[in-house]
């Protein structure tokens, strides 16, 4: 009971120091990461399905997802570093391969930490950079994207010279994969185990006196009654002396599936470098050309982004910028896929889960092409406009067939107006 009353006080005096605000906020994340994970996620989405969220507010909206964003980065430091500080036994999450391979490089090496950062911290704002931007004019809006994307392309090709020439991985920091349940528990038993000065007074009463049973039996009494320690938590039975954790056992009909989690695969045990091969010669020249593309094709909208006007007035945009763009990208992965034929044994057989992964992403990415350029105003854009315009004469339309096509609507002025809309790298 003591122990509890002094919580409040702690709090309290921390907040009078300014200084210590930080270190308060990193306890408060590391005891609440269920509650925050759950808060972020909802108002993640609520940032996605607004409707009218880019037409009038679109500066205020975006500002709201740039600072969600880069808010959830800072927790996610702050959580891998509370795992970092558990003790050996206590907490036994799997990594996935993406996660193995990047916390790697980000432990290795500093400089990969801060580039790949400030990478993911300028893929966060950039849609805001270019609304700001083309706020004053069209063409500081593409000085500014040519800008962000020569900054971004220097980042990658700083990552693959430290990587010693491997493939790069979007993002290229480690994803949050923390379980918030053991981590709150654990943080919470950590606070509790502290001990006070009344129980340090008992322990010297007893050292010197023995035979003192009141005391003796009201701490028995006091462990007793401690609903924390009466049955195992779901996690396990935290065992107080040791500091581990005593893992429950499973039912019966789940015998199998607790096996099989535990069951170690190849590329479980394979050195995290391992689990990404080198490229040289045309892997190396289709990792670069992948890089550049987004330069490239940001040079090629400044220079040819309108081509006339339509029948209607309105500005006709240019072929030439979209072909560019979309010939370097499938060029550059037939180049890959080309190279891992000829180097391997096996072909693309012989690539890693992590290699299947990252060029199965990338083949996603290239269906992002039919948003883009003058293919989305000629083709997507008219297709999008009769699919909503049926929605709306339809009985869906009572059925929240209205709020479908507003957030259609929305997002598809988002995708006619701003570069960044449908960026993929």
């Known amino acids: 009971m003591d122990r509890r009353k002094q919580v409040p006080a702690n ?13 308060l906020y990193e306890t408060f994340i590391t005891k609440n990461a269920g509650s925050v994970s759950q808060i972020e996620s909802t108002l ?40 970092a500080r558990l003790p050996a036994g206590i907490y036994s999450a799997h990594p996935t391969p993406h996660n193995r391979y990047t916390r790697f490089w980000t432990r290795r090496s500093p400089l990969y930490k801060r580039v790949a950062l400030m990478l993911q911290m300028i893929r966060y704002v950039e849609l805001l950079c270019e609304m700001a931007a083309k706020r004053r004019s069209e063409k500081a809006r593409w000085r500014v994207v040519v800008l962000l994307e020569l900054v971004k392309a220097l980042c990658r090709l700083v990552l693959l010279r430290l990587t010693n020439s491997r493939p790069l991985l979007s993002p290229p920091l480690p994803e949050r994969d923390i379980d918030p349940a053991a981590l709150e528990e654990f943080s919470r038993l950590e606070l509790d185990s502290q001990p006070s000065s009344t129980s340090d007074a008992k322990t010297r009463r007893l050292a010197t006196d023995p035979s003192d049973t009141t005391h003796n039996m009201s701490d028995a009494d006091s462990f007793e009654d401690d609903p924390e320690t ?11 002396r040791t500091g581990l954790t005593l893992p429950t056992l499973p039912a019966a009909m789940d015998i199998t599936s607790y096996l099989l989690s535990k069951v170690l695969t190849a590329e479980d045990v394979k050195p995290p470098k391992a689990l990404l091969h080198r490229v040289s010669g045309p892997g190396r020249l289709a990792e670069v050309l992948y890089i550049l593309r987004p330069v490239i094709y940001a040079l090629a909208m400044q220079r040819w982004h309108h081509s006339g ?13 979209w072909l560019i763009g979309l010939s370097i990208e499938y060029g550059a992965r037939q180049l890959a896929k080309r190279d891992f034929q000829e180097r391997f044994a096996g072909g693309l057989r012989s690539l890693t889960g992590l290699e299947r992964e990252e060029l199965r992403r990338r083949a996603l990415g290239l269906a992002w092409w039919a948003m883009r350029g003058a293919f989305y105003d000629s083709i997507t854009k008219p297709s999008i406009e009769r699919v909503t315009s049926t929605l709306r004469k339809t009985p869906l339309n009572l059925l929240g067939g209205s709020l479908f096509s507003g957030i259609i609507d929305d997002y598809a002025y988002l995708w006619d107006e701003y570069y960044y809309s449908t960026s993929t790298l």
């Open 11 to 23: 709090w309290s005096e921390a907040l009078v120091d300014p200084a210590k605000w930080p270190t």
């Open 309 to 321: 006007t339509t029948t209607g007035g309105r500005p006709k945009k240019s072929w030439r910028p």
């Open 44 to 83: 993640r989405s609520l940032t996605y399905i607004i409707p009218g969220r880019f037409r009038d507010t679109e500066i205020a909206s975006e500002s709201l997802h740039s600072g969600l964003q880069l808010l959830s980065l800072y927790h996610d430091s702050l959580l891998a570093r509370a795992v």
């Open 230 to 240: 009466e049955s195992p938590s779901q996690g396990g039975w935290f065992m107080p």
